[in-house]
């Protein structure tokens, strides 16, 4: 008799060993200056937590995100493992794809944005994520326990819900947006990444936002960027090279530190 791990559990903790695996092929990306956004020296000196602190932060999350994962497969009964169930069509798992992405990124845009505009949210619970000024890939997750329920796990949750998707869908969605949510904290501007051709919300977008003169702009995450685009607080940028090596986003249009 064969071991089986269900499909439950595998979209609870499949995402997580994605999470730390790809980012750890990022730290060592990091290690090439021509690559990134910012010089190492600066993610030493600007950055306003330890690592060691960003990973127990991280750890704690994901042992959030994985408990409430469990309940939530085994509340709506729907754990993968009846083999009778016909496979969903490629057509049905795009549009259920989609409907996930557009319902993760119309949770934390709205979310993310109260939080940077009532001074109290800010202060208490999103000013620990900004604590990184210099992105890194494994401080992708780096919140306060609060900010990562109603963010990553509520948002997580709704989209899961409402696209209809199954546990075993879910083990491909959520690795996807895991790793895409890194590659938007890495800080490196890497060639041929094909995040940055598909998606306009990408590492230099997000870098924008942990500037001080973007803090107020591009909030939309993981995927879009249309939220910003509709709302006013899309902030367009140039990449420009980086004296000693490496790129720099630049905001255009004349925008300026409020």
Known sequence: MGFEISDDLLGTFVP?????????????????????????????????????????????????????????????????????VPPSSLIALARQFITAMLVLDTWQYFMHRY?????????????LHHRLVVPYSFGALYNHPIEGLLLDTVGGALSFLLSGMSPRASIFFFS????????????????????????????????????????????SQPFFVMWDRILGTYMPYTLERRAGGGFEAQPTNGYKED
């Open 115 to 127: 939080m940077h505009h009532n001074k109290f949210l800010y202060k208490h619970i999103h000013a």
């Open 16 to 84: 997580i060993l994605v999470y730390w695996l790809y980012s750890g092929i990022y730290v060592f990306l990091g290690c090439f200056e021509n690559y990134r956004l910012h010089s190492k020296k600066d993610e030493d000196e600007k950055n306003l937590v330890s690592k060691a602190t960003v990973v127990k932060g991280v750890l704690l999350q994901q042992t959030i995100q994985a408990i409430v994962a469990i309940i939530l497969f085994k509340v709506t009964g729907n754990d993968g493992s009846d083999a009778t």
């Open 176 to 219: 996807f947006a895991t790793i895409k949510t890194v590659d938007d904290h890495c800080g490196l501007w890497l060639p041929g990444n094909l995040f940055h051709v598909f998606f306009k919300n990408n590492t230099a977008y997000h870098d924008v936002h942990h500037q001080l003169y973007g803090s107020k702009y591009n909030f």
